[in-house]
């Protein structure tokens, strides 16, 4: 009884695995209305020999620089050093059981249609 349990839970996670492969990356990478501190905007204005365009660029360089810094931290939360599939096989299994995925997905950086897709394919799956 117990090796068909084991195989159960195997399988599961392979599906998962293969649901959450199929797919792109359900992380998000941009944040809209994302904002840079002040103490960022007088460090990229800090030169008043830099024209407006140079500003510009090291504004948005900024604000991916803190946005790459925001997926790091949330992909964190769910790490396993033995593989990135493993992850997304988790994080797959946290959005099934959360009570609102919405929710789920605002505080952790996914995507909530990429998030759902997966869910339907691992149900087709199975």
């Not at 830099?50 to 946005?67: H, S």
């Not at 033995?82 to 950086?109: G, M, R, T």
């Amino acid at each position: 009884m117990k090796s068909y349990s084991q195989a159960n839970l195997i399988l599961g996670y392979a599906v998962a695995v293969a649901a959450a492969l199929s797919l792109s990356n359900p992380f998000v990478m941009q944040v809209e209305g994302s904002h840079i501190d002040r103490d960022d905007l007088e460090q990229a204005e800090g030169s008043k020999t830099l024209d407006g365009e140079n500003i510009m660029k090291k504004k948005e360089k900024l604000r991916k620089k803190k946005l790459k810094e925001v997926a790091k931290l949330s992909l964190a939360q769910f790490s396993n050093p033995s593989s990135d599939a493993l992850i997304l096989a988790y994080i797959l299994q946290c959005f099934k059981l959360s009570e609102s995925p919405v929710e789920f997905c605002n505080e952790n950086k996914l995507h909530l249609k990429t998030m759902e897709e997966m869910s339907k394919l691992r149900k087709q799956l199975l």
